[in-house]
């Protein structure tokens, strides 16, 4: 038999068999094989990937350790994931609860502001398509000019509408200008008006937490890092958040600086849900960062961080 056809017959007998519920006795007759080598090649599916056995374990919090955030930060809104036998499923498990949990409040939302990043595409796409046409996705930041970005050229607020059968708005200009007067200009442009109308409506908003690698990640912004920070130093960035680099005290380092083009800080904290989803322990001193500023009202995350943060904390 050559491979074509006996991947095919692989293919035909696991369908049979984890599909249709087909007993092996049965698959016998209908191929003419005998039931051991029936069993051989159900194990030679798995063994080839044809076949792929997901078991969805329960996602549980860890109720002591959230209590202990809510009386360190102050932040009645954290979930704290119980982590697994290994990090795909931890991170996986972070994913399918955030999506969850944002969803619901989307739902009750009327305008809802998107960043970008790997964790928010990755929320995104766990989301189950629910209509809900009475929304509306704004993006309230320029674009970060990740041009090897996993989502390709579609925007995220266009991928989350989808996902509801919602409106959203873009807002076509980059993460930083430095000319001041180009900034100015801009912002008063037509084509930037419906976004900007929306930013003062924001009723939640989701994000992930950058770092200053993230930011050097992308050559434009590595090559004006200095424009960026303005008067402060790299060394005292803990993390960046809605695009601007703060300290590990959650206070933000270039207030009398700010070259990001889109919402106003002052805006973007009134917005009176603000969730941000934390999976890799490597940010653990930006989480801590943004909760000693209260910068966020929401967040999710795992064991591993949250017990690295609390340490952190104490040190």
């Known amino acids: 038999m050559n491979d074509m ?3 095919r017959l692989l293919i035909d007998i696991a369908r049979d068999y ?3 519920k087909i007993t092996i006795a049965q698959i016998s007759d209908k191929y ?5 080598l029936i069993s051989k090649y159900l194990d030679e599916a798995l063994a080839n990937g044809l076949v792929k056995i997901n078991i969805n374990t329960p996602v549980e919090r860890n109720l002591v350790l959230e209590a202990k955030f809510k009386a360190a930060f102050h932040l009645d809104h954290i979930y704290i994931i119980k982590d697994t036998d290994t990090t795909s499923d931890d991170e996986h498990h972070i994913i399918e609860f955030a999506a969850e949990t944002i969803q619901q409040r989307i739902l009750q939302s009327r305008v809802v502001g998107v960043t970008w990043g790997s964790t928010v595409l990755s929320v995104i796409d766990s989301f189950q398509a629910t209509p809900h046409d009475d929304l509306l996705f704004t993006q309230f930041m320029g674009d970060n ?3 090897n970005a996993a989502h390709g050229s579609a925007p995220l607020v266009q991928k989350a509408a989808a996902k509801f059968g919602a409106q959203y708005m873009t807002l076509p200009a980059p993460l930083y200008l430095f000319n001041d007067q180009t ?3 801009l912002a008063q442009e037509a084509a930037m008006a419906p976004a900007f109308a929306q930013f ?3 009723d939640t908003l989701f994000t992930g937490i950058g770092t200053l690698a993230s930011l050097d990640s992308i050559p434009v912004w590595k090559m004006n890092q200095s424009a960026i920070l303005g008067t402060a ?3 005292q960035v803990a993390g960046l958040l809605y ?3 703060y300290d590990l005290n959650g206070r933000m380092l270039n207030t009398e600086h700010d070259k990001l083009f889109g919402a106003r800080l002052a805006t973007i904290m009134q917005v009176p849900v603000r969730f941000a989803v934390v999976k890799n322990k490597f940010k653990s001193q930006a989480l801590l960062g943004a909760l000693r500023g209260q910068l966020l009202t929401d967040v999710i995350t795992d064991e591993a961080v949250a017990n690295r943060v609390l340490q952190e904390n104490q040190a």
């Open 200 to 202: 003062d409506q924001m």
């Open 18 to 20: 984890y599909l249709s």
């Open 5 to 7: 056809k006996h991947r």
């Open 183 to 185: 900034h100015q200009l």
């Open 233 to 235: 130093t790299a060394d």
């Open 145 to 147: 000019l990740k041009t």
């Open 243 to 245: 695009g601007r680099p």
């Open 32 to 36: 003419n094989v005998s039931r051991y």
